[in-house]
């Protein structure tokens, strides 16, 4: 085995680790995606693997945000069905309206999700449309082309009830998943402390920011999930538990951990750290030594390490106060991108996914192979800005589908001559939706293969109103799929293809400007200073995957050895300032 390949062997199995948050997850998707084929079994609703899909795109980790989806998709369902049933009426009689419109709303769904807050939505909705307008060519008669749609709506709503149902009996609540997160991060500083973690494990928590934290936060502000009092503490505890990952970082790279002369104040420290987390476990404040106890340090420390123990000593004794707390400022993000008139690329980018998804519906309505429809699918959800990651979602997509129609072999080879009820039926459908699920909460990396094994396992199994023995489908769905993989992969490389170095020299020049901004430190408090920070640490995090996702990129377009070498350089220099205690500015 080469080196590059035992290096993304190493990588897979770090990404495939299990935490509690994949566990706690994983086997709530599974559950949902059972119930959902044993109503579907029961009242007949069609293409039953649709409905598995659209589960895996709106759970997330805590029930609140998942339920908000949930709802919305239903909305918005309701939206797209009833201007599906005026398309129709206008659509039907003429197979060249039908394309037209059909042109038209997939360009502009898809120049809206590149270029606005949209996002993944917009190219989900054109496949909606799209796929229920190249059904059309199938129907002769209104009445069943209207019946179809409202199937359609039914596919869609009745998931988003299930999981709407299943997350008020069982859901994370965002306030306990809140709490968990911020213990996670004091346990990782009190292993950092001990020399139980490496480094790279509080920098992967700096490097996430606060963004999920001010989700779920704004979630108990808007239904009430919690006393305000308790809120606000919460809020000021989330920066605080930052600012004090910062301080800790800095203060391990300043080699002290590795000096046997500050061994007592390590273990102090982490044995603060440790009881600050289990108060936090039962949502209780810290009632912790905030004072760094005599003769737990030598003689000589520095003025450097001085800077660093008395920000490590500040942020503990903020962290257990009830009063004067801290708030986080919403950063506000503009509806739509500033350049979304100007700049060609979201145009090309909707014109290149358009024309891919219309050459795959054309080339298998003329071939008169709906088995394959998956060509058309495979457009719309693995287009994205630029091409690294377009063909970085290409091969999740090949590799999830490869995997999952080949569980779905085994189980029409090996399993369907024994499963005689839906209770077996939905054991199996349970064991690779959790299997599936436990691939989807990965790291972004690997996520995307998860939804593919479940999506072709199920595409291959459930087919009508009951278990699938027909191996031509899995034959089908491999070759639609790949045949959309080469339909995007030629019009992504080969026609306006977008590079990731203007990309990471965006997110490059924005962390600069943020951490720019401390130098002024007269006129912003701590608080504001440390949402620079984690902001500054989001964008410089996207700018190292951008980097990754150079692999993926072609020759052409693939930033120079010496402009690539000059970036990480950049990248670098701004972690080592961000990796600043906030006293050394």
Known sequence: MTSFWKTIWTQVCHDLRPNQERIDLSWRIALICAMMVCVAMIYKIPFVAVSLFVIFFVMRSDSAESNILAAALIVLATI???LLLLIIEITLPSPAIRLAVLLVTSYFLLFFGVSTQLGPLGGIIALVITFVLSMLNYVEVPEIAVRGTLYAWL??????????????????????????????RLKCCAALVQGEHELDSVRGFIAQGIEAQQKRISWLKLFYLA??????????????????????????????????AYEDFNRWLAQQLTLAAQALSKGEVP?????IPKGFLPANVNAEQQNYLAEIESTLAALCQDKELSRIEAEK????????????????????????????????????????????????????????ETLHKLTLRIIGCLIGAFLGMLCLLFLMVHINDIGSLLFVVFVVSW?????????????YAGIQIAFAFYLVLLHGFGPSYDFDAAWDRIVGVLMGNIMMYLFFTRLWPVGQQPFIETNLQQAQQLLEQLSDAASLSVEQRVQLYARAAVKLEAARNGLEMTLFELKNIRPKPAMKQELERRLSRLRMQLEEPLSAQ
């Open 80 to 82: 797209v069905v009833g």
């Open 155 to 184: 596919m869609a709503a009745t998931p988003m009830g299930i999981v709407l149902l299943a997350n008020w009996f069982w859901g994370r609540r965002p306030k306990a998943v809140l709490y968990f997160e911020l213990t996670q």
């Open 227 to 260: 006393p305000k009092a308790e809120i606000k503490w919460v809020e000021h505890a989330t920066l605080q538990i930052y600012r004090l990952m910062l301080a800790i970082l800095a203060w391990q790279r300043s080699g002290a951990l590795q000096l046997g």
């Open 287 to 291: 009632a912790i030594e905030t004072s």
């Open 333 to 388: 993000e503009p509806l739509a991108q500033p350049d979304i008139w100007t700049n060609p690329s979201y145009k090309h980018h909707a014109i290149k996914g358009t024309a891919a998804a219309t050459i795959c519906y054309m080339l298998y309505s003329i071939a008169d192979w709906q088995g394959i429809h998956t060509a058309m699918i495979t457009c719309y959800v693995a287009s994205l800005g630029t091409t690294a």
């Open 435 to 447: 299997v599936s699920a436990w691939v989807f909460t990965g790291p972004e990396r690997i996520s």
